[in-house]
């Protein structure tokens, strides 16, 4: 066997194990109606016993401490008890790779990544990685403060379908979640923060009256750190792995090389990706309206889209304002970077370009695809 195979199948079975992890954390991840014991709580109804009568001329029998239920703490009164108590098992936040340092003892969902270089800006790293996981469960950034490096994402929307004895339930599920960014002395090192900010259920279009105690949002938030932390890992391990031409075409990828203003970065070099950009916005609802490729720029035109549309090219509806756009293209070690402007040449917010990445990557996905059916 040689090196590369035996490497190629380390990967494999790294991946493998990730992908374990997630299946793992996403089962976990529902509609879970386990939370509560399935006995009975007749001990809730037990009353004190008066103390044992010793008829007089009987000695007292000897009495053993072993027994004693403890007083409880102060602060622990109002615990939940009966069906209240919640048996399922802790979660745990998982740290797949060895650039991640989970902080323990912490009622904060916190984890820490480390660079490998004092070179890298660890910091846009890390939000980079956020968007573009964000941006492959279809979620866009709601707001980006960046003077308190905090994220907040707009809904993530999950939806289950449940059939027990002959009757079909629908399970919706959307949440909410702020993204905190902690800075500390070492530049190579940054922690970031996850909290559950907005929670909703609905179940057959119903809203569920569901007042999520702290231990309920605790236990979503470290579930979806785990599932960025897998994420992040298989990404990781992907990254190392050859790519065909055509794969790079179709990879795109959010970059916070500015926190305020992020670029879309392709793997591929300038020209192949000006030939491509084109056929990409076309499926957005954008059309070139002038382009100077000495200039490296284009004028696109976008225009509001019917339903029909969005759904037979297989993308995210664009939620841009209908005008025109100008977009930067530069080259920077073989990888090409998009950024796009605006109304007095200012480039669009982090939101508008979390939301329009999604489109993208759908459009870049979806003429992946084409091809392949059309060489088949």
């Not at 559950?196 to 579930?223: C, M, P, W």
Request: proline share 3%; charged share 25%.
């Amino acid at each position: 066997m040689t090196m590369s195979s035996t490497g190629h199948r380390l990967t494999a079975a790294k991946r493998y194990s990730v992908l374990a992890c997630a299946i793992l954390v996403s089962a976990c991840s529902g509609a879970d109606t386990r939370r509560q014991a399935n006995q009975d709580f007749e001990y809730l109804k037990q009353t004190t016993k008066p103390e044992m009568v010793i008829a007089e001329g009987l000695d007292a029998p000897l009495y053993t401490q072993r027994y004693n239920v403890p007083e409880l703490a102060p602060g622990t009164e109002d615990y939940p008890v009966g069906a209240a108590v919640d048996v399922r098992s802790p979660v745990q936040i998982l740290a797949l790779s060895p650039l991640v340092r989970v902080e323990e003892g912490s009622e904060n969902v916190t984890v820490w990544f480390n660079s490998r270089s004092s070179q890298d800006d660890v910091s846009s790293q890390v939000w980079s990685l956020l968007a573009n996981f964000l941006a492959d469960k279809k979620v866009a950034i709601a707001n980006l403060d960046e003077a308190n490096h905090t994220l907040e994402t707009d809904w993530l929307i999950n939806q289950e379908t449940f059939d027990e004895f002959k009757e079909v339930s629908e399970y919706e599920l959307k949440q909410r979640y702020k993204f905190t960014l902690l800075t500390v002395a070492s530049k190579r090192t940054v922690g970031l923060q996850v909290d559950l900010i907005d929670h909703e259920e609905r179940l057959k279009g119903t809203k569920v009256d569901n007042q999520l105690s702290k231990g309920d949002s605790r236990r979503f938030a470290v579930q979806m750190l785990n599932l960025l932390s897998i994420y992040y890992e298989v990404d990781r391990i992907e990254g190392h792995n050859q790519e065909t031409e055509q794969q790079k075409a179709s990879k795109l990828k959010i970059d916070f090389v500015d926190q305020q203003h992020p670029v879309i970065t392709l793997s591929i070099p300038f020209d192949d990706a000006w030939t491509l950009l084109p056929k990409v916005l076309s499926k957005v609802g954008m059309t070139v309206e002038d382009q100077d490729k000495l200039a490296a720029n284009m004028l696109v035109s976008f225009d509001e889209q019917s339903d029909e549309f969005w759904l037979n090219n297989k993308v995210t509806r664009v939620e841009l304002e209908e005008d025109d756009y100008r977009i930067q293209v530069g080259e920077i070690k073989g990888h090409t970077s998009i950024a796009f402007f605006g109304e007095n040449k200012q480039p669009l917010s982090a939101e508008a370009m979390s939301q329009l990445f999604i489109s993208l990557k759908d459009a870049a996905d979806a003429l992946r695809a084409e091809k392949v059916e059309d060489e088949e």
